[in-house]
């Protein structure tokens, strides 16, 4: 089976309803799937495993897949190795992180994705396809083993990606400076991922896909804006 | 000798020069002081220790106070216990507390400066004044042996501390919801200090100095403000 990845920068676009804006989206990368395991490490806002696992099923339901919470497993990498297809929910990456870790799940996930199993991430469920979370917007909460993550592109993302404020009066650090200080220890490229966009992958073919462009950085390099529709290709 | 802490939330005001707002606090701190080792490890936009060192001695030397930067000693350690007092300029934590962990150092500054000898620190710098660094801004783009920092201070603080912006319609976290999910995984208070804010110790004196309020988080509790002035104790 041919990879089908979803890497969107955000769950939820504003005034609308949670995963709204990506219903087509899903259609298309969960046809024929009717059952779904759920990653709810990430917790937004601190919400439970359960509560999160009902506000995902509560949009799949809908669409007549059934979703199960990885954390209802008593065997969570049997649960992997035995699931149709996977969403996993924004919130804390690292938190996401070191749980997919602690529990010895990083590289199953990404092998059975990379076997072809649909997979669908939003903000933290997208950084954990990049290289490494090392472009996380996060709070380190928690500490993780490591910072690698699954790899399913070779570059990472750094999802809501926030243009520079001209005339802003805050001194805190831009995104684009936080990027650039990122590239004076990694040599990874990063793609800044703003609200509305997502990353398709379909095979060996890697594009950017919705209504921005995205802006990207490499190192040593000026940062530049890739159209949408174009291929995520950088080398 | 008694302690003598100041922990800013950012080295620069907008429209202002590096340093020009804690003029009055330095000329306190400082008072007999003519060296100070300068920390540069955060390195902002990546800047050399060299230029980072360079940029505070242009600050200091007109005070009649020599900079020697830390990392031209061939034996930091020493260089730490035979310091006057120390400054810890801002950039990335992540850096900053890897190389003063990966060298050994952290616990010999948090003894110097619980000693009595004057510390400075300014936004990353002051970070690493709270028990552990895991309410910063910044972005993981190096892996730390750790997170546990200084403890200068008994709480957690939050630099560039960023009220929620009515109306805004980017989705990514609120500070105020990333400080929340920190206290999902940890006890620990949290200061939320505003640019142009920053936290004096004078012996066991904790207070709140600069032009704001801050914003207070504690474990379970609402979030609240407390006056310019005020002690910072929590118990």
């Known amino acids: 089976m ?21 219903a087509p989206v899903m259609a298309d990368l969960f046809a024929n799937i009717s059952e779904i395991v759920f990653i709810p490490f990430a917790r937004p806002g601190g919400i439970s495993h359960d509560d999160y696992t ?9 669409k007549g ?18 699931a149709q297809a996977f ?10 992180v070191k749980q997919l870790h602690d529990l010895g799940l990083m590289d199953a996930l990404a092998e059975a994705v990379n076997a072809g199993k649909p997979y669908l991430g939003c903000s933290a469920g997208s950084n954990i396809g990049g290289v490494n979370m090392q472009t996380t917007n996060d709070m380190p909460i928690v500490y993780p083993p490591g910072f690698k993550t699954m790899g399913l592109v070779p570059f990472n993302l750094n999802p809501h990606y926030l243009d520079p404020v001209p005339g802003l ?18 040599n990874i490229p990063v793609v800044g991922l703003r609200e509305g966009n997502w990353i398709a992958v379909n095979g060996e073919t890697i594009t950017l896909e919705g209504k921005h462009s995205a802006r990207i950085f490499l190192p040593g390099r000026t940062p530049y804006e890739l159209a949408t529709g174009a ?5």
Do not use: C, W
Request: proline share 1%; glycine share 8%; net charge positive.
């Open 2 to 22: 041919q990879k089908k990845i979803v890497l969107a920068s955000t769950s939820t676009l504003y005034g609308e309803e949670y995963l709204e804006y990506l």
């Open 54 to 62: 009902r506000r995902a099923a509560g949009v799949f339901e809908q």
């Open 65 to 82: 897949i059934r979703v199960k919470g990885l954390h209802t497993f008593s065997d969570p990498l049997r649960a992997i190795r035995d």
């Open 87 to 96: 969403f996993t929910g924004g919130g804390n990456t690292f938190l996401l």
């Open 169 to 186: 009066e805050h001194m805190g650090e831009t995104r684009e400076t936080r990027i650039r200080e990122f590239h004076t220890q990694n």
């Open 231 to 235: 291929l995520l290709k950088f080398s």
